[in-house]
């Protein structure tokens, strides 16, 4: 599974959920201007609470926040940590 989802999770073999909150975990993350109300309610038809959309959204953000410092202070990777 782990292979799949790493390869393309689009077409991995994953839950409706999973899908709907990976892509907007990936919509906020490449084009957050473009996020809209709608996008929210993806995740409530696919059963997710406002606290679980509350921490996908911390967490995504928080995620690209933390690299962007790394990256903008020259951090390098761990050499354990595959490009």
Known sequence: MLAA????????DLSARRRAM???A????HTP????????VRLRV???????????AEVTAYYAY????????????EE???E
Request: aromatic share 8%; proline share 2%.
């Open 5 to 12: 989802i790493e390869t393309d999770w689009r077409t991995a």
């Open 22 to 24: 990976l892509a907007y």
């Open 26 to 29: 990936v919509k906020l993350t």
């Open 33 to 40: 201007g473009d996020m809209v109300s709608e996008d929210v």
């Open 46 to 56: 696919e059963g997710f609470t406002d606290r679980d959309i509350l921490d996908i």
């Open 66 to 77: 933390a690299n962007r410092i790394a990256d903008g202070l020259g951090v390098s990777t």
């Open 80 to 82: 354990w940590i595959p």
